[in-house]
């Protein structure tokens, strides 16, 4: 390649000196414009693959806000373990990178602040890097692009009752899920707390905007609210949904079927 544009160089140079040569005294045609930039790399969509030994499905949003869940794959439902949650964005050397990751896992390790950093990143390709932790420790993460992040998010499909996992830092309790065409979440668990939510379809894939409340003891955490997201898969039928609090100190998370 270096050589055809060198080539094409000397060509135009040796055209202008001789003013037109071989051209019936016609004259140069002006350049073309210049190429535009490269299309930027964006992390954008929905990320399915595995981080460490675990299964992860990973919603990143238009504005860099992203959301992995984690934990292992079964044939009824997803077992959740946790929720990788912050905002992140594709830097100069073209890697999505977010500092302010915080990792909520609802298996005894609690709270953990995480940095986020891909080492290889291709725009609905594949999103592959590595979540590093306090003390040098990490874990790498493989995943590839679903295109199921490209259909239109509906409050009808999703409307019905699920058989969930209901996650925080404190634990994980069996719950039912129930979503109604309007968008509104209702959802009661083992310990008989009872949770209400909102969805709300989003225009930059197939996400809602999810709100969550708890209600009053016995629930773990009375009357705290979380704002976060939902997916819905048509193929399995499996609504996930995830809100951080305010300070982004505790997290609820579902996954049901």
């Known amino acids: ?47 399915t693959g595995t981080g460490g030994a675990r299964q992860v499905t990973g919603l990143v949003l238009g504005d860099g806000r992203y959301y992995f869940f984690y934990g ?3 044939t009824a439902a997803p077992s959740l373990a946790g929720v990788v949650q912050g905002t992140g964005a594709v830097d100069e050397q073209g890697r999505f990178r977010s500092n302010d990751g915080l990792d909520f896992d609802a298996m005894g390790l609690g709270l953990t602040s995480v940095v986020v950093m891909s080492n290889s990143l291709g725009t609905r390709q594949f999103l592959q890097g590595f979540v590093m932790y306090p003390l040098a420790i990490s874990f790498g993460f493989d995943l ?11 409050l009808s499909a999703v409307a019905g009752t699920y058989a969930a996992t209901a ?25 008989g707390c009872q949770i209400s939510g909102q969805l ?7 996400v809602f905007d999810a709100s969550l409340l708890y209600g009053p003891s ?9 704002s976060g997201v939902a997916y819905w898969r048509a193929s399995s039928r499996t ?19």
């Open 1 to 47: 390649m270096h050589k055809r544009v060198a080539s094409a160089i000397l060509a135009a140079s040796l055209l202008a000196a001789c003013g037109g040569c071989g051209q019936d005294g016609g004259e140069t045609p002006p350049p073309g414009p210049p190429p535009g930039p490269p299309t930027a790399l964006s992390a954008q969509g929905l990320w």
């Open 72 to 74: 292992t794959s079964g």
């Open 144 to 154: 590839q692009y679903d295109p199921d992040f490209e259909a239109r998010p509906s």
């Open 167 to 191: 996650v925080t830092l404190q634990g994980r309790d069996q719950a039912t899920l129930v979503a109604s065409a309007t968008g509104a979440l209702t959802a009661s668990d083992a310990r």
């Open 200 to 206: 709300a379809p989003r225009s930059d894939g197939n």
């Open 218 to 226: 016995p629930c773990r955490l009375p009357g705290m609210a979380f």
């Open 239 to 257: 609504l996930w949904v995830t809100g951080v609090n305010s300070g982004r100190t505790q997290a609820l998370s579902f996954v049901g079927s």
